[in-house]
C-alpha cells in the first residue's frame, strides 16, 4: 500500500512540475504552446464483475467530474500558421472523480481522485480525438457495507486502492476556449485480491482553456 500511494504521489508531483515549468519558463516557445484550463461534467459509471462466487449484473449509476487540465499542443498546422495548430497534443489532467454502480436500486460510490495522461491528434484545429493513460486512487467510499445476492460485502475496505486504466475519446476546442468532450473510461486493476471488481466509465464534460 505505501509502495502505491509512493507511485500515485510521484506522478502528481511531476505532472504539477511540468506544468509549473512550462508555464514560467514557456518550454521551446517555437515547438510547443501550453495553456491551462478547467473542467466538470458527468460520469456514467459502472463495474464489470469477474467475482465468480457473487453472480450480479451492476447497473449503471450517475456520478461528477470536475478538475484541472495542461494542454500542450506541438507545432504548426501548415507553414504561416501559428505553433499550437499542429497535428499533436500532450494533455495531463488532475480530477476528482465519482464513480462506483447501482445495485438492487441502490448506489455504492467510489471517490477517486485520478491523473490521466492523453496524447491527441487534432483532426482538425478544433476537433481531436485522445487516448492514454489513467491512474487513480481510491479516496473513500459508501456505504461502508452492501449486501449483493446474500453476500455482505465491506466497501469502506477497499479505501486506498489504486486503478491503472486506460481512456479514449474526443474533444472540441473553440477559438475562445470553450471544450466539449466525451470519454471511456477502463480500469485494469481489481478492486481487491479476492474481489475481481474493474471500473467502466462514460464521462461526459465541458471546459474553459484561459488563453
Not at 454502480?101 to 484545429?125: C, S, W
Request: neutral net charge; glycine residues 12%.
Amino acid at each position: 500500500m505505501k509502495q502505491q500511494r509512493l507511485i500515485i504521489l510521484t506522478l502528481l508531483i511531476s505532472s504539477v512540475c511540468l506544468a509549473s515549468y512550462a508555464q514560467g519558463r514557456r518550454v521551446a516557445p517555437e515547438i510547443v504552446k501550453t495553456t491551462f484550463g478547467v473542467k466538470a461534467g458527468l460520469n456514467l459509471a459502472s463495474i464489470s464483475n469477474g467475482e465468480t462466487d457473487i453472480n450480479f449484473s451492476p447497473g449503471m449509476k450517475a456520478g461528477v467530474m470536475i478538475g484541472a487540465v495542461a494542454n500542450l499542443h506541438f507545432g504548426s498546422r501548415d507553414e504561416g500558421s501559428p505553433v499550437g495548430t499542429g497535428w499533436f497534443g500532450l494533455q495531463p489532467e488532475l480530477t476528482y472523480s465519482r464513480q462506483g454502480f447501482a445495485v438492487d436500486g441502490a448506489a455504492v460510490n467510489f471517490d477517486y481522485i485520478a491523473l490521466p495522461v492523453m496524447a491527441k491528434l487534432y483532426v482538425t484545429k478544433e476537433l481531436n480525438i485522445e487516448a492514454g493513460p489513467r491512474f487513480a486512487y481510491l479516496l473513500g467510499t459508501s456505504p461502508e457495507t452492501t449486501v449483493i445476492q446474500g453476500a455482505q460485502i465491506a466497501i469502506s475496505d477497499l479505501n486506498g486502492g489504486f486503478d491503472v486504466g486506460i481512456a479514449i475519446g474526443a474533444e472540441y476546442e473553440t477559438q475562445l476556449g470553450l471544450t466539449i468532450g466525451a470519454r471511456y473510461t477502463y480500469g485494469f486493476s481489481n478492486m481487491a485480491d479476492n474481489l475481481m471488481w474493474k471500473n467502466s466509465v462514460i464521462s461526459i464534460s465541458a471546459g474553459w482553456m484561459f488563453r
